[in-house]
């Protein structure tokens, strides 16, 4: 049987077929229901709404409409000629990809819609690294441990106030070790656009994000980041309106107009849909933008690749031009400190020599 909790991945068990082993599997009466054309059966509790079980799981039509919702733990398993019977293998797995994720139940515009939620840490598989050498995972801590030293290093060399923050180098390089052991690259990322726009350090940060898409690709981690439009005047214009308004006017989305306000790894599966919905009814705790709307940027980092998103009116646009001409985010221009030395340089060599100061004869008349 494939056993399916509220709040959990789903897992196999094993039942003796007994009636009481059934209920109490369920935690009451029990109930089949016969939603799919293959021979499979979800036996659930039988007064689970009423007794006001924590809802569990959507079970949709081959339309894609939502058709009912689960309450409280249940169990598929196969049909037998006079009941209930063992799942075979290839269903056990179709399911296990179907009800992979815990779901929280929203109530939007008058409809309810289901959010897939991440797993709990506990259950959360790793991602598998791409080497298979017996020393593969020696080679990701070692990796992991070079880049959080150099990040440290990064923000310590280049901000006061991270060093008081964060006093203890040592520590603070294991930690940010771990959270991409962990494949938390995400609010990496998210906490090197917050430094890059804190200490006025634009495209300083370009060789770090790089080694981060490079780690990602590595290691099958996929990450997105939300990009929203930053306070200034000139954006008051862009704000929430579709892309074909704002390619209608001669105006384009440009990243310098765009602030990351959060970054987060992505489960395999999540589609742009489910970010837009989890970013508008179930944010994360320590999300500070506003809910994803119009106007709005998502980038999915995925193998290696930014691929930028318009939210738009209806559905999602590419914009392959975001930061610029198809560059990548982490190569997307050059610093400002750049900029700024070479300004410094062409002033100097353009600047007139002055005169040799020689004395100067009486004026002919």
């Not at 109530?107 to 593969?136: F, H, S, Y």
């Amino acid at each position: 049987m494939l056993m399916i909790e509220p709040g959990k991945a789903p897992y196999e068990a094993e039942l003796d077929g007994s009636l009481a082993s059934m209920q109490e599997a369920v935690g009451g009466g029990i109930e089949g229901y016969y939603p799919y054309a293959e021979p499979v059966a979800i036996v659930c509790n039988d007064e689970g709404k009423i007794n006001g079980l924590p809802l569990n799981r959507a079970i949709y039509n081959q339309d894609g409409e939502m058709i009912e919702i689960m309450a409280g733990t249940f169990f598929i398993a196969g049909l037998g000629e006079e009941s209930f019977a063992d799942l075979p293998d290839y269903f056990m797995e179709q399911f296990k990809e179907q009800f992979k994720y815990p779901e929280k139940f929203f109530r939007l515009a008058g409809e309810i819609v289901a959010v897939k939620q991440p797993l709990p840490p506990e259950e959360k598989q790793q991602p598998a690294p791409v080497m298979e050498e017996p020393d593969g995972d020696d080679i990701r801590l070692d990796e992991s441990m070079d880049l959080a030293f150099d990040l440290d290093e990064f923000f310590r060399q280049n901000s006061g106030a991270y060093a008081d923050l964060y006093p203890d180098s040592h520590a603070e390089k294991e930690r940010m070790a771990d959270g991409l052991l962990s494949g938390d690259t995400g609010k990496i990322r998210m906490r090197l656009a917050a430094f890059e726009r804190e200490e006025h350090m634009e495209g300083e940060t370009a060789p770090l994000l790089e080694r981060i898409s490079s780690y990602e690709k590595e290691y099958g981690i996929s990450t997105c980041s939300i990009y929203q439009l930053d306070l200034s005047d000139n954006t008051d214009n862009l704000r929430f309106m579709s892309l074909d308004w704002v390619q209608g006017k001669g105006l384009s989305v440009d990243r310098d107009h765009y602030q990351m306000v959060y970054a987060m790894q992505r489960e395999p599966g999540e589609t742009l849909e489910d970010i837009y919905r989890r970013f508008n009814i179930d944010h994360p705790e320590d999300f500070k933008g506003h809910s994803l709307s119009v106007s709005d940027v998502v980038v999915l980092h995925e193998k290696g690749t930014d691929t930028a998103y318009y939210v738009d009116s209806i559905g999602f646009k590419e914009l392959p031009d975001f930061f610029g001409a198809g560059t990548p985010e982490a190569k997307r221009d050059v610093s400002v400190r750049e900029q700024l030395d070479s300004a410094r340089k062409q002033a100097a060599q353009a600047e007139p020599k002055a005169p040799d100061k020689k004395a100067r004869g009486p004026e002919r008349s």
